[in-house]
């Protein structure tokens, strides 16, 4: 799990949100345990397209339960980094971003940027970085399966 950064300034971003919601914005874990515990089966990564433009690598994922036939969450995400090992892990396409941290063993922190609430779905766009590594995520909910007004 990461470290939060300014706990007061995310808690103030979710003002106004369920509490289910605000449990899925302000995740700095891996959000692919939240979402299986929530769903009660499996939530995996399937990457729907990557491509590496010089240092950079930009990800779509859907978060999906196959149990359940459905996506959880679909995230887009702009990678750096400067670790080999990390960086062929993330290549490999075989596990998610969140996983692949734990794995290695690395120091995170996590700094929640803009949240917004549509009428089909909330979404988050948060940071994630550590001494070799950082990511700028953005991740969206459906408002169908996680409830609220």
Known sequence: MADIVDL?????RLQGFPPLHR???ANAGTLQGTLSAFLGAPVTVDVVSQSVDGDAIHREVDLVCKERDLVACRATTEIRVGDARMRQLIVERSIGLGQIVALLGENANFELDEVADEPDVFWRRYRMWGDSFSYVITETFPKDLY???
């Open 8 to 12: 007061p300034a995310l808690l103030d």
């Open 23 to 25: 449990v899925l914005l």
């Open 147 to 149: 409830g609220g007004p």
